[in-house]
């Protein structure tokens, strides 16, 4: 049984049955039906045109739960005949459930978690290990999200903004969990990139790229996490980091910018120092500066002050971050990272500690943990 051939057909066969009527949540049922089906059929009887047999499977279970339920009837009338079985067309419909998935009427974090279940193929228990939350939390929250887009067409999906936001947050999953859906929200803003000239989806390539063509060198070979300062350049993929600058700079070019062009610039910087050392830091809180004009993100504002110590001292990003809520996720992290920075281990050690046990990850966790031992085994010297 080829399980990656089922999960790649998985998005086409949903976005046809909602196309012919079904709505999201009968569509998704059925469609795990025939999943199962096929499970149980294809090693003896494998079909010719595997993607036609599971819409036709899928659309029968669709019919036959219809049919079973009366509050149903009314879409079971719009539907005369069950179509006769064929060739399905060849046509890659995930974009479109990502429009679907990404309705206005959705949060953004009801959105990604939608989109990561009926599109990136997730089990809910994958879905809540990533956002740390129990099962069952996650159950209800993906239920809610599917009740809200329950009946929704096509021809009413969510904005380009908030489609935008859900790529970069599956790409951020992707990049940082167990789960690897960074290369397929890539693909995907490539295919958006290819339909809508607008230089934010520009941007979100770009960033996109830029971040993926260093992807090999942010862990060791144990899984511990590399910050960038420390990662082998020599190994970061040159070939994307190219594409994605000269994707960036057309975009810049049209004198529209926004908050993704603006990270990407940022992200081209640092790809484009030929060490740590050598980084234009002053040029990146120039951009930081861009990036609090456009959003006013208090998290913008935290890695801006990081910045500041980069370009400025310790003792000015640290006037920076006291302007902030110490409550703010990975402030404890860059307040440690800059206490170091001024001499001061013993409140470093005590703020890696504390970020540590406020890592949202088991990477991120295990790092922190390794820097606040280090600096206090360097006191106990």
């Not at 790649?8 to 199962?36: C, K, Y």
């Not at 010719?48 to 079971?76: M, Q």
């Not at 009413?156 to 935008?164: I, K």
């Not at 006037?319 to 307040?335: C, G, I, K, Q």
Request: proline share 6%; glycine share 4%; net charge neutral.
């Amino acid at each position: 049984m080829d399980e990656a051939l089922l999960r790649s057909l998985t998005p086409s066969v949903l976005a046809i049955l909602v196309r012919r009527g079904a709505d999201f949540a009968a569509a998704e049922d059925a469609v795990q039906d025939a999943l199962v089906e096929a499970v149980r059929v294809w090693p003896a009887d494998p079909p010719r045109d595997p993607k036609a047999w599971l819409v036709t499977v899928a659309w029968r279970r669709f019919l036959d739960a219809a049919r079973a339920d009366a509050s149903r009837r009314r879409r079971e009338d719009l539907v005369d005949e069950e179509p006769a079985p064929g060739p399905a067309p060849a046509v890659d419909d995930t974009l479109q459930l990502y429009f679907l998935c990404a309705h206005p009427s959705l949060t953004p974090s009801s959105a990604v978690a939608l989109t990561l279940r009926a599109v990136g193929g997730l089990t809910t228990r994958q879905i809540a290990q990533a956002y740390l939350v129990p099962e069952a939390t996650m159950a209800q929250r993906i239920s809610r999200a599917k009740r809200t887009v329950s009946g929704v067409r096509f021809d009413r999906p969510g904005d380009v903004a908030t489609v935008l936001r859900v790529l970069y947050l599956v790409f951020n999953e992707g990049y940082s969990g167990d789960v690897d859906l960074a290369a397929e929200a890539v693909r995907l803003t490539r295919q958006l990139a290819a339909v809508i000239d607008h230089p934010e989806v520009a941007g979100l390539l770009a960033l996109m790229l830029l971040h993926h063509a260093r992807r090999a060198t942010r862990t060791a070979p144990d899984g511990s996490l590399v910050p960038l300062a420390e990662q082998d350049r020599s190994r970061w993929d040159t070939k994307t980091i190219a594409e994605g600058v000269r994707i960036l700079q057309a975009a810049l070019a049209r004198d529209r910018l926004g908050e993704f062009q603006a990270q990407a610039a940022i992200a081209a910087l640092h790809a484009d120092a030929p060490t740590a050392g050598e980084t234009d830091w002053v040029q990146i809180v120039e951009w930081y500066d861009e990036l609090v004009r456009l959003t006013g993100s208090p998290v913008v504002r935290l890695n801006r002050a990081v910045a500041v110590g980069e370009a400025d001292g310790p003792r000015a990003g640290l006037a920076a971050l006291a302007e902030l809520d110490d409550s703010l996720p990975r402030h404890a992290a860059a307040a440690a990272y800059l206490h170091e920075r001024d001499g001061d281990p013993a409140t470093a050690a005590r703020l890696y500690a504390e970020a540590a046990r406020k890592a949202s990850n088991l990477a991120e966790r295990d790092y922190l943990t390794r820097q606040a031992a280090r600096l206090n085994a360097r006191r106990c010297r």
